[in-house]
């Protein structure tokens, strides 16, 4: 499996002619990371609002740069996503992260319905073979296709192909979730809504963070909470940094949050100490 991204890698490579030479460097480096066993995968709760308990993790990709230290998603993924290399990162940690909570479940009672939701790059890649793949992975490891959740952004979904919708609809009739993320930092229509099959809404951070002090931008997250629940889809409010917006977000209707008030993302150990009684 390995072997055949690396051979996919120097394709795309080849085929985007990459001009810069440092672009080129970075890129094989990067490349190289995934062989090297240099992506980590952190894990950020998503609690339910109603119960107060952690009902998924929201794995995000890290990269422990031999001498850049660990590197945030904004410090390469950009650069993947220029050099057609994403879906790889992409790849590798839905089978991470599926591997990993599958295991959770199995080992910890108290662990046992936890969920996990990954990003996945919207692009070429995304079709009805890759929908398969997903399944595979699922069957492997045994975890159920109702605790996986596919986040895809607003942003990415607006130039979308009718091959990534149907490898969507794929999924969400074998039973996975699949979330709009940064609902609101777009430039799509509502008709969107209407049209990409979809099973949650994440509200970008940047409403939720100022609502307490911009009432146009709290009204905003009420219309997007009423959205979403007259679709009948679950909301999550993303960026909850203090009490008083996570009881303004679960008064909107709100059924899910995110954010550092209950905690950043952590390492697996990290995680499980939070997680684990
Ligand atoms: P995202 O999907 O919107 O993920 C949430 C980001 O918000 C994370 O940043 C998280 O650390 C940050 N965050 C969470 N709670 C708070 C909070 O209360 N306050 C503030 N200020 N920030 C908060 P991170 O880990 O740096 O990830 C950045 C973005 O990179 C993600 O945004 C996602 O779009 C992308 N990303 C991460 N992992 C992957 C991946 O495996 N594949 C793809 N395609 N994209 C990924
Ligand atoms: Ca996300
Ligand atoms: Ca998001
Ligand atoms: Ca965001």
Redesign the pocket.
């Known amino acids: 499996q390995l072997l055949g991204d690396q051979l996919d890698l120097r394709r795309l490579d080849g085929q985007r002619g990459i001009d810069s030479g440092t672009a080129r460097h970075d890129t094989q480096e990067l490349s190289r990371a995934v062989a090297r066993d240099q992506l980590r995968v952190?894990y950020?709760p998503i609690v339910d609002l109603r119960s107060g308990r952690v009902d998924a993790v929201?794995?995000?990709?890290r990269w422990q740069h031999p001498t850049r230290g660990l590197l945030?998603?904004?410090a390469f993924?950009p650069l993947a996503e220029a050099a057609g290399l994403?879906h790889i990162?992409?790849r590798w940690?839905l089978r991470t992260a599926v591997t990993s909570v599958a295991r959770w479940r199995r080992l910890s009672p108290s662990l046992r319905d936890l969920r996990v939701a990954?990003?996945?790059?919207v692009g070429p890649f995304l079709d009805e073979v890759w929908a398969h793949e997903v399944q595979d992975v699922l069957t492997a490891t045994g975890l159920p296709p109702a605790a996986l959740t596919v986040?895809v952004?607003e942003r990415s979904l607006s130039s979308t192909s009718p091959e990534s919708l149907a490898a969507l609809e794929v999924l969400i009739r074998s039973g996975c979730h699949v979330a709009i993320?940064?609902l609101g930092t777009g430039t799509s229509s509502l008709a969107l809504l209407a049209d990409i099959p979809a099973t949650e809404l994440k509200i970008d951070?940047s409403f939720v963070?100022s609502m307490a002090t911009d009432p146009r931008r709290a009204a905003l997250v009420r219309a997007m909470a009423c959205l979403g629940s007259e679709l009948g889809l679950d909301v999550v409010a993303?960026?909850?940094?203090d009490r008083r917006t996570a009881e303004m977000v679960t008064e909107v209707g709100c059924t899910h949050g995110?954010?550092?008030?209950w905690s950043?993302?952590r390492d697996v150990s990290g995680l499980l100490t939070l997680l684990l009684p």
């Open positions: 952190h950020q929201e794995a995000l990709v945030t998603p904004d993924l994403v990162v992409d940690v990954v990003n996945i790059s986040e952004t993320d940064d951070r963070q993303e960026g909850v940094e995110q954010g550092y008030l950043a993302p």
